[in-house]
């Protein structure tokens, strides 16, 4: 069984969204705490009249406890159990496919497993820690890793350095094999390079991998602008699609070469394929009736809540000018990932920029996360990433 070194209590009423199996338990919701855990470690959490409520992982802040079981006390095999688990519903939802080797096997609190993000990239798994119960249980989880992808994954790389916040050391390092950089995967039938140790977060964005393969479904034959391009993920399914021209802007030179790089991986002609480092919005200036599609998706323009009135103004303004630059009977692909931006103010945000831009525009589909990035029904916060298709006349 998994050894528990302190109880929290919770003050009166305070227990009733985790009986309805919400993993977080907030420091304010907090009436004591018996035995002084350290953060990190295993403990129980029972109500005010001392009914058991859950198990989990403590960590000083406003988060104080990530429920990882509403029932019995987990034995040594929790991290067996929901890592296979979350293989069967990436099979489930066929998500692995000889097409695609690149997808996020734990999704934090979708999957059970909140604080944990686990990608693959074609045999290679990186772990990211989000809490530091989960970082000191780092090795218990690629051994389940390693026992439960059936060969799948022959390289674990940890990568936490910048997730833990201050005072936690917390080294990026191989947990299995040793890894060779860049890597290829393959993403429904696109090549990509995959740098995990110096690229963002784990070494690429999976989770606009769906939105992506509905882009190319409308790229045929059309000039395509993507901004924030990062390490040209839509750029190579819009060339794969047949679109005639496209141009990718990212601030960062490190991202463009990848990009490149990617464009040459895939044999495209980069005659058709333009990279620049630039300033999105320096860069959408003077290119008014340039483009038929421009993507929009930039990084979290706010993490916090304390963010999110600057932030608004950013997409604000940052749609806005996509708007007015795309040519008649544009497609504009419209994305925010920032965790505190609803969908509904998101939506309202863009409805500004269309009034700022004097077009008449039509919203197409709404789009999100795909099925290797659930949202647990118990905790909508999971639902991180919105995005739009307009139609801009």
């Known amino acids: 069984m998994i050894e528990l070194t302190g109880t929290i209590y919770l003050k009166a009423g305070r227990e009733a969204s985790a009986r309805r199996f919400h993993p977080w338990i907030f420091s304010g919701a907090i009436q004591s705490i018996e035995n002084n855990p350290a953060e990190g470690d295993w403990v ?50 066929k998500v692995i496919t ?9 999704h934090g609190e979708g999957d059970g497993l ?61 947990l299995l094999g040793l890894g060779a950089v860049p890597h290829v995967m393959i993403e429904h039938g696109n090549k990509f390079f995959v740098d995990w140790e110096e690229g963002q977060k784990t070494g690429f964005f999976l989770d606009q991998r769906e939105n992506r393969k509905r882009l190319a479904e409308m790229a045929e034959g059309a000039t395509v602008l993507n901004t924030f391009s990062y390490t040209g993920g839509f750029s190579v399914y819009a060339l794969a699609a047949g679109a005639t021209l496209v141009h990718s802007v990212d601030a960062s030179e490190k991202a463009v070469d990848l990009t490149k790089k990617n464009i040459e991986l895939n044999g495209f002609d980069p005659q058709h394929h333009a990279c620049t480092v630039a300033d ?50 544009g497609i504009i692909f419209t994305f925010s990932c920032s965790q505190v931006v609803d969908k509904q103010l998101f939506y309202d945000t863009v409805v500004s920029s269309a009034i700022q831009a004097g077009r008449e525009i039509k919203v197409l589909q709404h789009l999100g996360q795909p099925a290797d990035h659930p949202v647990s029904i118990f905790h909508p916060e999971g639902e991180y990433l919105k995005g739009l298709i307009l139609f801009v006349k």
């Open 98 to 106: 000889e097409k695609t080797n690149g997808y996020r096997l734990v």
């Open 280 to 329: 999105t919005f320096d860069f959408l200036k003077d290119k008014k009736d340039t483009y038929d599609m421009i993507i929009l998706d930039p990084p979290a323009f706010a993490k916090h809540k304390d963010a999110r009135h600057q932030a608004m103004k950013g997409y604000q303004r940052l749609n806005a000018e996509a708007m007015r630059a795309i040519k008649p009977n």
């Open 114 to 174: 909140p604080g944990l993000i686990v990608d693959i990239y074609n045999g290679v798994a990186v772990i990211q820690a989000h809490s530091i119960g989960m970082h000191r249980d780092r090795h218990r989880i690629a051994e389940a890793i390693q026992e439960k992808s059936a060969g799948l994954v022959h390289t674990i790389y940890y990568k936490s350095q910048n997730t833990l916040g201050v005072g936690t050391p917390a080294e990026n390092e191989y």
């Open 44 to 93: 129980e959490v029972k109500d005010s009249k001392k009914q058991p409520v859950g198990f989990g992982h403590y960590q000083k802040g406003t988060i104080s406890v990530r429920l990882l079981s509403f029932s019995s006390l987990p034995n040594k095999n929790i991290y067996l159990e929901k890592i296979e688990a979350a293989f069967t519903l990436r099979s489930i939802s």
